[in-house]
């Protein structure tokens, strides 16, 4: 086969665009179609015959994960995957590691999309085939221009009020903006990150990365540590028990922070509480040193609290336990779960909270169950789960965030 020609492997499943991009391909003169694949197993036992250089592939193929692109990356064929919504198939496609994707509207374009593919699988398309002007330009995952990434800490009182699922919508939010993002589980009581992400992880990777910060390796080794969601987004996993909390000393998750953000945005998921006891020996870790330290190092403070009475208190609470804490810090609030069968306004909660320091950075997520019913289900981001009112609220956190920054 001439070194001009590309070759492509076509997985057909029937889909309406499929003869449009089989006529192009066939009557382009630098691209021949090897085979019409019928499923994922198809797929790669054509391409490990080392003859493929593309695939082409409807971006919801039954059986398409991370680990089916990955292979085909390792035997050199890279892939075009082609969606009728690019809209709500970006997020997954960022998951499963799919770089390039084509409307199905313009499935006749599939030739010179596939010409124009780099000859590396893992490197992004000199042109992409859906572009995006309202996100920012991708950066591979490191902080663009040596700028360091920020830091955001989500912290809250006692009561399950929601941190680990505002982090998580936080850090999915800022990946799916194009932005490198690592998640870390940073709660000294037994974090859920991992299981809300559907992650079966046997090493914690909070320990595993403390390990590296005493033998002093972590600039070289903190990526093996981290669990991969998608092309930005990365995940440090938590403790595999409480218990295991003093496994981690005393500046290390500083450490940690400041290395993070070098490549990129960091969130980081704490516990809830940051209280000193005072029968501790100061020469030891104390377990709410973690909380404590993620606090200290973080650039911007996201505060959670429930909007039911007894969350509100506790909310109160915090915001003056933060201030002992850090003197002039003014955190993000954000109230969970709003909703109108509490019988109060939004503006009734800002002027409650006021009095205890929150001044006008009050934001209020919606009680929308389902939202994060679908995606602790399938184990998933709440901004793969599809357009909701609770997915819009994060959106908008993140902007007056930005809008400040």
Known sequence: MSPDVTVVLLVSTGAAWEPRALAALQEHPATVVLK???DVADLLATASTGQADVAVLPADLAGLDAGVVDELGRTGVRVVGVTTDPAATRPLAARVGLVTLLDAGRAAD???VVTSLPADPTAPPAAPALPDPTL????????ADGVPGRVVAVWGPAGAPG???????LAGELARRGLGTLLVDADPYGGAVAQQLGILDEVSGLLAAARLVASGTVAERFPGVQRRLSDRLRV????PRPDRWAEVRPGTLAALLEHARRDGQVVVDTGFSIEVDPAADPARPARNDLTREALEAADDVVLVGGADPVGLARLARALTDLDDLLPGVAPRVVVNRMRPTL???ESDVVDMLAGFGAGSGVHFLPDDQPAVDRALV??????ESGDSSLSRAVGALLDAMAVRR
């Open 110 to 112: 599939v030739a010179g």
């Open 36 to 38: 019409r694949c019928v």
């Open 236 to 239: 440090v996993t938590g403790l």
């Open 343 to 345: 019988g109060w306004r």
């Open 136 to 143: 920012p330009a991708p950066h591979g995952g490191a902080a």
């Open 163 to 169: 941190r680990t699922t505002v982090a998580s919508a």
């Open 378 to 383: 399938s184990g998933r981001l709440l901004v």
